[in-house]
């Protein structure tokens, strides 16, 4: 499965963006997903997950209340609104994916499949 990350860029504090995450295949619904990032010099960090059928959604604490992950399983896509922008979320984000295995992961190392960056730049 390939996944393919898009919708970043430059937006000043407060205001909003929607990152999308296209993937092939026909087992789309069968994969938990997740969303990470990197700022600079620091470790890819966890954002949020998903589970295949969108009934369980797990978020760092940083951007609860401020960013809401979803997925259309018709369409093959996962989603992340995030709101309320702060400088602080800044990083290159990246979607992963994994076979579902009944318990959402939120570590880097449980994925298997990720996709390209997208650059998010939040402006003060």
């Known amino acids: 499965v390939q996944l393919q990350a898009s919708g970043g860029g430059l937006v000043t504090a407060g205001g909003s963006l929607r990152l999308s995450c296209a993937a092939s295949g026909r087992t789309f619904s069968s994969y938990a997903m997740g969303w990470f990032r990197q700022a600079p010099g620091k470790e890819r960090a966890f954002v949020a997950a998903i589970t295949p059928s969108g009934d369980n959604l797990k978020y760092t604490d940083s951007v609860k209340g401020r960013f809401t992950i979803s997925r259309d399983n018709n369409k093959n896509t996962m989603y992340l609104q995030m709101n309320s922008l702060k400088p602080e979320d800044t990083a290159v984000y990246s979607c992963?994916?994994?076979?579902?295995?009944?318990?959402?992961?939120?570590?880097?190392?449980?994925?298997?499949?990720w996709g390209q960056g997208t650059q998010v730049t939040v402006s003060s």
């Open positions: 992963a994916l994994v076979s579902w295995r009944g318990v959402l992961p939120t570590t880097r190392n449980q994925y298997s499949n």
